[in-house]
Each structure stands twice: as structure tokens, then as C-alpha cells.
């Protein structure tokens, strides 16, 4: 694991326990929560990491057992990766994060970029995914460019960048309860790890040369969430994306952005829960969440 860095120390998470899982020797951060229930794997966006789902995972606290994971490269997680870094290459890395986590299967819940990677993990290992959801995801059948000047400011100028993110945040810290100085801490500060620009230059070209995925290939039952007030994915791809998986369901939110899963997390987990339960049961369904959904 990462030879710079041979005994990381973790960070401070006061929202889940967390802990380094080593994926064929890349170091891989994850935060957990519950005890008890079905296992939910939690993907966040690009130039994001694992707290992108805090506000969230405290709605769903009682009812899943749940990993967000800080996906290599961003967050806590290495900046030396071992293997590539196409979207192809992610998908294997999450077989390897369900292994370490103990875990035969998972629904997993994708966010953005992460939404693009879960359809991979979906198509490529079915036997390892249960249902899929997805919010606001990209449409990996299509090439996916990225930048990263936000990113470089947040590793020149973190005060500056802190600033920045705590203003952008302010919605996304009311619903996590938090203040908005310490939500933007925890997107900022990962930034200052060592190696973080040069990761960020191998990302941006490796990534580019990602495969387009065929999404008639994805058999999990699946969930869609549009924000109908999109600017980052548009509504019309997320709607493409639903319409492409075979009996996917799309539920699109009038006046929702792209961080619906941060700013409006009780509507977004309501969603998450209910679809996860209509096989499984009401006493495994947030209280009104099938209602909502239908």
C-alpha cells in the first residue's frame, strides 16, 4: 500500500466510522454506518469524495448498512494508483471494495460520475450488484470530459478555495447540519495530500480514453433521479440513460440541481429507500418513501 505512505493516518470523520481498505495495494477510504439491514455502496461524483452522501446516510441511519467510498485519487484515498485509471479499470476497483468490505453483493447508489461507474460495475460483475441507483449520473456510452480548475485552486489557495466551497455548500451544510466552514473543510483539505496534481493530470488523460459502455447490458433493476434543474449533467441525459437501461424507471425533481443528494438529502433518500424495499419488505422502507416514488 502506496510506499509514501505506509501508515496513513485516518482522518477525522464524525458522521460514520471510518477505515483504509487495501485494494491490490491501492489505499481506499471508506465510511460506514449502520448495522443491520441491506448493504448500500455509495459512490460520489467527480472532484467529490465519500461526504457527498452525509447528509443522506443520517436519513437512512436504522435501515441499511452502508460504505461510501472515497474512490482512488480523490478524498482520503491514494494519489499512486497501482492500475489505470479508466472508467473500466474504477469498476474492478469496486469489485475489489465490496471484497474488502466482506460483501457478496450491494445495491449501489452512484452520484454523478459515480453514476457512470456503477453502470459499469452493473454490466461487467451483475452477480455483484442488486438494484442500481442512479442521481444525476453521466451516460458512460459517451466520451466524458472533465476539468480540474477548481481543483487546482483548491491545492494553490485551500483558504481560498475553503471560502469558495463553504458559500457554494451553505444548502447542502443546512440539511447535514453542519456548518458550512466545516462541510467546505471536508472537500477542501483532501486536496493538500501530496501527489494530488500530478494524479489529477494522469486522471484527465486515462480517463479520456474510457470505453463507451453499452447500457443494454445492465440487468439490475434500476432507478433513475433527474434534478430537473441540472446545469452540470443535463436532463435530457439522465433521461437517455433511463430510457437505454432495459425497465429502468426514471423520476424526475422540478427546481433540484445537480447536489440534489446534499441539498434536498430526506427527498433523495425517501427514493433510494423505497425502491430498495419493494422486494424486501416494508419494515426495510423509509416512512413514506414508496408513496413518494409511485
Do not use: C, K
Request: aromatic share 6%; net charge positive.
Amino acid at each position: 500500500m502506496d510506499p509514501g505512505e505506509p501508515n496513513p493516518e485516518l482522518p477525522r470523520v464524525s458522521w460514520g466510522r471510518n477505515r483504509y481498505l487495501d485494494v491490490d495495494g491501492e489505499r481506499t477510504h471508506v465510511v460506514e454506518r449502520g448495522e443491520r439491514g441491506p448493504r448500500v455502496l455509495l459512490l460520489h461524483g467527480y472532484a467529490s469524495n465519500a461526504q457527498a452522501w452525509r447528509a443522506m446516510i443520517d436519513h437512512l441511519e436504522g435501515t441499511f448498512q452502508m460504505a461510501a467510498v472515497d474512490l482512488v485519487g480523490f478524498g482520503w484515498s491514494t494519489r499512486h494508483p497501482n492500475g489505470p485509471l479508466t472508467g473500466d479499470a474504477y469498476a474492478e476497483r469496486l469489485v475489489g471494495i465490496l471484497d474488502g468490505l466482506g460483501w457478496a453483493r450491494a445495491h449501489v447508489v452512484g452520484q454523478s460520475w459515480g453514476g457512470g461507474l456503477a453502470q459499469r460495475l452493473a454490466a461487467a460483475h451483475p452477480d455483484r450488484v442488486d438494484r442500481l441507483v442512479l442521481v444525476a449520473t453521466v451516460d458512460p456510452s459517451r466520451t466524458l470530459w472533465l476539468g480540474s480548475a477548481g481543483l487546482r485552486l483548491g491545492i494553490r489557495f485551500p483558504f481560498l478555495a475553503r471560502i469558495a466551497v463553504g458559500r457554494a455548500q451553505r444548502f447542502a451544510a443546512r440539511a447535514a447540519g453542519v456548518r458550512a466552514r466545516e462541510l467546505a473543510r471536508g472537500y477542501v483539505d483532501p486536496l493538500r495530500l501530496p501527489g494530488t496534481g500530478a494524479f489529477l493530470d494522469r486522471f484527465l488523460a486515462e480517463h479520456a480514453t474510457s470505453s463507451h459502455l453499452d447500457l443494454r447490458r445492465i440487468a439490475s433493476p434500476t432507478l433513475v433521479i433527474g434534478p430537473l434543474e441540472d446545469r452540470v449533467v443535463l436532463p435530457e441525459i439522465t433521461r437517455s440513460v433511463a430510457a437505454r437501461i432495459p425497465g429502468a424507471r426514471y423520476v424526475g425533481l422540478p427546481g433540484a440541481g445537480h447536489s440534489v443528494a446534499a441539498e434536498a438529502p430526506d427527498l433523495v433518500a425517501d427514493l433510494i429507500a423505497g425502491f430498495l424495499a419493494e422486494d424486501l419488505g416494508d419494515r426495510h422502507a423509509a416512512p413514506g418513501a414508496a408513496s413518494r416514488l409511485r
